[in-house]
């Protein structure tokens, strides 16, 4: 399979998708962990008020809960059905924390000397509760999953004076082998997806302590046996490590970039995805294509292909749009928008809808697991990079994997090897109001 990775999972994954059923529990809306105590109080970094903590919390939180939906538990970051895979832990200058996302704590379980000169933040996943729904589709799921949050993390430490990132990479390796002093037990089925190297600049609370007591920590659910079965754990196993890469645009701040994380949503109702708003304004979409090439244009690889499908743009002809230098290209004046999707048109209503994205990559024959990884989490960047460039108020973006790749290629007339990755809507729609959620 190594040798068709795109095809399998793009125009292949319907039929081909592989499923393992489980009768283990999958708990919502988080990954649950047991505590126990093993140690006496003691002094340790206060995490939580450290520019390291708030930007864990500000990426990792639940920041509201929506009874009325399917989708109830919200964080600032995309996720396909709200599950929410990832969770991070923290190496803090030799002192290990695990977020907890449901008790929004920092759990203090270990100290690794070895550790004592750097600050990491470690991006895990519990893959499982992604490929419990969608079999081991969850995999590219995940990678776009982590596309997002990479891709929050950068524009927030370029935003904040007190943070940097020195470096980082993909490790796609259990946590356990990570970091064997001190570890999480029942865990073999927690894969780190990125470490991430934070350099902190002038950061006020670094001197602060606080008692904290030292847990044992254990996963509660394990399901490496699923994993197995799906062959996720060898798909690991023979991905290599990789740089992270920290695109130098990514030192362009994003104006009003808190106010555009706290209004960006994705419209998700309790029917289905519906939009009756106005038609955009040109103006409007002209200002977006201009952030668009002052944010992003520079890092975005060459292999990398994006089509807008004008819908809904007042003033400017409806059709299949090429990206290409500084502009769009019309490529195609005829399309349905519904055959885009390769299911579940019946909960839709997309008539008014401005516009959408499709993102492409063009495999240049390797068919390498490692471009097959690196082009989902950089595609993913480049959705997350989008969403925030247009949201404002009453402003939706709407990420989606559900693409029709044969009615895609006929409509974009890509390039042979070029296969359809991501895509995303856009429209207007009033944010609705949940519970804070703790």
Known sequence: ????????????????????????????????????GVQKERGVPNIADSAVGRLVNEVFSFGEYHA??????????????????????????????????????????????TKQDRVELIICVDLW????????????????????????IKWLVNDDSRLGIEDGEFCFTPYASLSKSNSITNADDLYVMGNVKITKLNDPMDSHKKLSQKMDIKKKYNYIAELRALG??????????????????????????????????????????????????VDVFKNFISKLNMHTMDWISPNVSIYFVIHHVEGLSRGVYKYVG??????????????IFYEAQELMNLDTLPFLVLITVTDEGEQSLSSFIESHIHI??????????????????????????AYCHKICQPEQQE??????????????????WR
Do not use: W
Not at 4 to 32: D, H
Not at 254 to 280: C, E, M, V, W, Y
Not at 419 to 436: A, E, N, P, R, W
């Open 1 to 36: 399979m190594m040798n068709e990775l795109f095809e399998y999972y793009t125009v292949s994954r319907y039929e081909k998708n592989k499923k393992v059923f489980s009768f283990e529990y999958v708990a919502s809306p988080t990954t649950i962990f047991e505590y126990v």
């Open 68 to 113: 009325s939906t399917p989708y109830g538990f919200r964080k600032k970051t995309p996720s396909p059905r709200s599950i929410h895979p990832f969770l991070p832990i923290i190496h803090y200058h030799g002192y290990l924390f695990l977020y907890d996302a449901g008790y929004d704590d920092f759990i203090y379980f270990g100290y690794d000397p």
């Open 129 to 152: 509760r992604t490929c419990s729904v969608y079999g081991e589709f969850g995999i590219p799921l995940s990678l776009l999953e982590l596309g997002h949050l990479l891709s929050d």
């Open 232 to 281: 996720i754990d060898l798909f690991f196993k023979q991905a290599e490590k990789a740089e992270i890469r920290i695109a130098s645009l990514y030192d362009q701040q994003i104006n009003d970039l808190q106010f555009k994380r706290t209004q960006r949503h994705s419209l998700n109702k309790r029917l289905g995805t519906f939009h009756i708003g106005p038609a955009l304004k």
């Open 326 to 339: 500084n502009d769009i290209k019309l490529v195609n004046p005829t399309y349905d928008i519904y055959s």
């Open 380 to 405: 993913g960047e480049i959705v997350h990079s989008m969403s925030l460039l247009y949201s404002a108020e009453d402003a939706f973006t709407r990420p989606f994997k559900n693409i029709d790749d």
């Open 419 to 436: 296969y359809f990755i991501y895509g995303c809507l856009f429209g207007y729609g009033k944010k609705s109001v949940g519970l804070k």
